[in-house]
C-alpha cells in the first residue's frame, strides 16, 4: 500500500512552499526577527497549503532550536510534527466543521489554561473556521484577544468572509493563492522525475489544466495516471480520456476544417465528438483553448513557446501554420463566436444543437469575410468620376446588393427634390418603422400605434391612441428616447429632420360622455388640434377659453358657477392621497380646446418642440365640485351672480332621467355652440372655476366616477 503522493510531498518547511511567496517571505522574516503574534489566519483556495503551512509555523515555533524560520527536523517536535509524524501532544488540529458551538469553544478555553507538556507554545490549529458559529467565535473572542503567553491560535478558512470581524481584527491575515501553471508544471516535472515515471508529451500541461493552480488536486490526478499506467509510462491517450478533454488530433482536424471553409470535415469532427460520449460543452472549452493558443502564437510568433510551457515543438509548429492559414482578426471573431456559444450552453437542454449551430456560424462568417473583397470589385466602378450628390445612393446599389463585409455602411439619405407632403411620409411610413425596429423595440412598438396625420415646414403631426403613449414618446434619458429614434429614422428613410407635434385623439362617441360638445381649432397640418399632455397626464390648454354666461348649479358654500367653458373634453377623474380630514370632494378634469375668439380670430397654435424636450406644457384647467347633497334640477338654477348667496337646494326636487348618450350628444353640440356665440370676456383669468355638479353633466356630458379626499397637486405628486 502506498501513501498518496500529496501527502509524500508534503512540504516540511517553507523554502519547499511553492508560488506563496507572499506569505511565506514575511512569516519568515518574523520568525527571524522574533516577532511573531499570538493569532494567525491563513485564507485561500481548497488545496494551496493553509493547513500544511501551519503545521510549519508550529514547528518553527517549537522547533528546540527556535523559533526558527527553518526546522531542524531533529528534534523530538519536528519528527513529530513531519510527513511521516503522529502528531505533537502540544499542538491541537481542531477541525471546526464539526467543533463549532458554544460548549466547543468552552472546552478549548479550558485546555487552554495549562501550559504545554513539552514543547514552548500551546498552538491551535482551527482548520475550516468558518463554519464556527457566532456564538462559538464570541465565546473565544476574550481568550483570542488576551490569550495566555504560551499559547498560539491559526485559523485556516476557504471563506474569510465569514470570520467574525472581532476576530479577524485581532490576527495576522496572510492570503493564500493559486499556484501559476508555470510553477505547477516545473514542480511536477521535477516530482516526477523523482518517481521514475514516464510521461508523453502534452498529459503534464493537461493535468495542470485539471488540477485548476491547486498543488494538491494536481498531485492527486496525478497519482491517478500513474497507478493507471502501464509500465510506469503515463500515455496521451489515456491521459485524454481520464481527464474528459478532447483529443489534440481531433481539435486539430476541426482547426483544419474551419481554416478550409469545410462544411463536411467540421460536421463529420463534431459528430465524431458527439458518438465517442464527450461533453460537447467541455468540446467547446478545449476549442476556446486552442483558439487562444492560435492567438497567442499569431501575436508572439517565434516566442509562442516562452508563453505556451510544456507544449511540444511540433504542436507548436502545426499550430503556427494554422494561424497562419486564419490571421488574427478572423481567429478573434471566431473566439467571440465560441464565446457566445459557450454562454449560451449554460443550462442548454440541448448542447449538441448549440455546437452544430457553433460550426454553422464559423463557416458562415467565413463566406462573409470571402465575399466582401468581390462586393467591394463590384461597388468600384459603378462610381463614375464625377457623380452628383443627388445620384450616390443609386450608384451604390449594386454594393449593397453584394453580401455585405462585417461591418456594413449604410448610404447616406438622398435630400428631397421638394417640400415633402404628409402623403409622402404616409407611403413611407412602413419603411420608417422598418427602419426603426432593429434601432429599439421600445420606441418601434410605440410608433406603430401612432398615426402622422400632418406635415407642413418640418413638423410632423402625430395621433397616438392614449396619453400615456404621448407621455412614453416624449421621455427621454440622457438624450435618446422614442422621438430620438424616430428621428433618425425619418431622417434616414425622407432624408429631413422633423420636429414634433404629438397629441391623444380619442375615438369619437367612446365612453359616456359622448364626442366633444363643440367644434375644435384646426392644428398645423390643418386636422382638428388636439390639447397637449401635461407631465402627470392630464390634459393641457394653450390658453384660456372665454367663456358663455350659462347658468349653473350652487351647491352649498361655493356660490353660483360662473359659466361653462365653449369646448371641453371630459376626461378621467385624477385620484389623489390627502391628509387625515380632508373634505370629500368630486374632481373633474376637463380640457379646453381653443376654437378663435368672438371676432373669429384663429387660436393660438400648440407648442412644437425643436427638441422633444423643449416642448412647454401648459397648465391645466380643472373643475373640482364639493359634493354636500343630491343635484338640484337643471330649471332651478339662479342666475349667474356671484354677490348672490344661493339658497338651500330642495331635497324634494325631482331630478330629470338621464338621456342615453347618443340622444344627449345633439343638445349639447347645440347648447355649446350657442354659449360660443354669446359668450363674452370673462374677468376671472385662467384661475381654477367652480360649477354646478348639473352643468357638468347636462352641458359637459361628463360622468360622476367616484368621491375621495382632495388636495391640490403639485409639481411632486
Known amino acids: ?71 531542524c527536523g531533529v528534534c523530538d517536535s519536528c519528527v513529530e510534527l513531519g510527513r511521516g509524524g503522529g502528531g505533537s501532544l502540544d499542538v491541537v488540529e481542531i477541525d471546526a466543521a464539526s467543533h463549532n458551538g458554544v460548549d466547543d469553544a468552552r472546552d478549548l478555553r479550558e485546555r487552554a489554561i495549562f501550559a504545554p507538556a513539552r514543547d514552548r507554545f500551546k498552538i491551535f490549529i482551527l482548520d475550516e473556521a468558518h463554519m464556527v458559529t457566532p456564538q462559538g467565535f464570541n465565546a473565544l473572542l476574550k481568550l483570542v484577544e488576551e490569550p495566555p503567553d504560551h499559547v498560539k491560535f491559526i485559523f485556516a478558512t476557504t471563506e474569510p468572509e465569514k470570520v467574525i470581524g472581532t476576530i479577524r ?144 515543438a511540433d504542436e507548436l509548429e502545426r499550430m503556427s501554420v494554422q494561424a497562419g492559414a486564419f490571421g488574427a482578426d478572423r481567429l478573434s471573431r471566431i473566439a467571440d463566436l465560441v464565446v457566445g456559444t459557450l454562454d449560451d450552453m449554460s443550462g442548454a437542454t440541448s448542447p449538441r444543437l448549440q455546437l452544430e449551430l457553433l460550426v454553422a456560424r464559423v463557416l458562415a462568417s467565413a463566406a462573409g469575410v470571402a465575399a466582401a473583397p468581390a462586393a467591394a470589385a463590384v461597388a468600384t466602378p459603378a462610381a463614375p468620376a464625377a457623380t452628383p450628390p443627388s445620384s450616390a445612393p443609386a450608384a451604390s446599389a449594386p454594393a449593397a446588393s453584394a453580401p455585405a463585409a462585417s461591418a456594413p455602411v449604410a448610404p447616406a439619405p438622398t435630400p428631397p427634390a421638394g417640400p415633402i407632403s404628409i402623403g409622402q411620409v404616409r407611403d413611407a411610413w412602413p419603411e420608417v418603422l422598418q427602419q426603426l425596429e432593429p434601432v429599439s423595440r421600445s ?95 392630464h390634459p393641457a390648454a394653450p390658453a384660456p377659453a372665454p367663456q358663455a354666461s350659462a347658468p349653473a348649479t350652487p351647491r352649498g358654500g361655493d356660490g353660483p358657477a360662473p359659466g361653462v367653458p365653449a369646448s371641453t373634453r371630459p376626461a378621467p377623474a385624477r385620484s389623489a392621497s390627502a391628509p387625515s380630514g380632508a373634505a370629500p370632494v368630486t374632481e373633474w378634469a376637463v380640457a379646453t380646446i381653443p376654437s378663435g375668439d368672438a371676432d373669429g380670430a384663429p387660436a393660438p ?50 331630478v330629470p332621467p338621464r338621456l342615453p348618450v347618443a340622444a344627449q350628444q345633439a343638445p349639447r353640440a347645440a347648447a355649446a355652440e350657442s354659449a360660443v356665440a354669446t359668450r363674452t370676456p370673462s374677468a376671472r383669468g385662467n384661475r381654477i372655476e367652480r360649477v354646478g355638479e348639473a352643468v357638468v353633466r347636462q352641458v359637459l356630458g361628463a360622468t360622476f366616477i367616484r368621491e375621495e379626499p382632495h388636495t391640490p397637486a403639485t409639481r411632486f405628486n
Not at 482 to 507: F, M
Not at 608 to 631: I, N
Request: charged residues 20%; proline residues 8%; aromatic residues 6%.
Open 169 to 312: 481584527s485581532r490576527t495576522h491575515h496572510y492570503p493564500f493563492r493559486l499556484v501559476a501553471p508555470a510553477a505547477m508544471l516545473e514542480y511536477v516535472e521535477q516530482l516526477c522525475a523523482q518517481e521514475g515515471v514516464q510521461v508523453e508529451a502534452g498529459v503534464l500541461p493537461l493535468v495542470v489544466r485539471a488540477g485548476g493552480g491547486s498543488p494538491r488536486d494536481t498531485l492527486s490526478l496525478l497519482d491517478q495516471l500513474i497507478a493507471g499506467s502501464e509500465d510506469g509510462q503515463v500515455a496521451y491517450a489515456r491521459a485524454v480520456a481520464l481527464l474528459g478533454y478532447t483529443h489534440a488530433e481531433l481539435l486539430d482536424e476541426v482547426v483544419s476544417a474551419f481554416a478550409a471553409n469545410d462544411a463536411g470535415a467540421a460536421f463529420a469532427a463534431i459528430d465524431r465528438v458527439v458518438q465517442t460520449g464527450q461533453d460537447p460543452r467541455r468540446f467547446v472549452d478545449d476549442l476556446l483553448e486552442r483558439l487562444r493558443d492560435l492567438i497567442v502564437v499569431a501575436a508572439t510568433g517565434e516566442g509562442a513557446g516562452a508563453v505556451l510551457r510544456g507544449i511540444p
Open 605 to 654: 397654435q400648440f407648442a412644437v418642440d425643436d427638441e422633444p424636450e423643449d416642448a412647454a406644457a401648459v397648465p391645466a384647467r380643472t373643475l373640482t365640485l364639493q359634493r354636500d347633497g343630491d343635484v338640484m334640477p337643471y330649471a332651478d338654477v339662479p342666475p349667474d351672480d356671484e354677490d348672490d348667496v344661493p339658497p338651500p337646494p330642495d331635497d324634494d326636487a325631482p
Open 443 to 537: 420606441s418601434w412598438m410605440l410608433a406603430t400605434a401612432a398615426t402622422p396625420v400632418a406635415f407642413q415646414d418640418d413638423v410632423l403631426t402625430l395621433v397616438f391612441q392614449s396619453q400615456a403613449d404621448v407621455a412614453a414618446f416624449k421621455k427621454l434619458a440622457g438624450g435618446k428616447g422614442p422621438s430620438e429614434d424616430l428621428r433618425g429614422a425619418i431622417l434616414a428613410v425622407l432624408g429631413v429632420r422633423v420636429k414634433y407635434v404629438a397629441r391623444h385623439e380619442p375615438t369619437p362617441g367612446a365612453g359616456d360622455g359622448g364626442a366633444s360638445a363643440g367644434p375644435a381649432a384646426p392644428g398645423p397640418g390643418g386636422e382638428p388640434a388636439t390639447a397637449p399632455s401635461t407631465s402627470d397626464g
Open 1 to 71: 500500500m502506498t501513501t498518496a503522493l500529496y501527502r509524500r510531498y508534503r512540504p516540511e518547511s517553507f523554502g519547499e512552499m511553492i508560488g506563496q511567496a507572499q506569505v511565506t517571505d514575511p512569516l519568515m522574516t518574523a520568525l527571524r526577527g522574533d516577532r511573531v503574534g499570538h493569532a494567525y489566519l491563513f485564507s485561500g483556495p481548497r488545496g494551496c497549503g493553509k493547513t500544511t503551512s501551519a503545521r510549519i509555523l508550529a514547528r518553527c515555533l517549537n522547533c528546540a532550536e527556535g523559533p526558527t524560520d527553518t526546522p
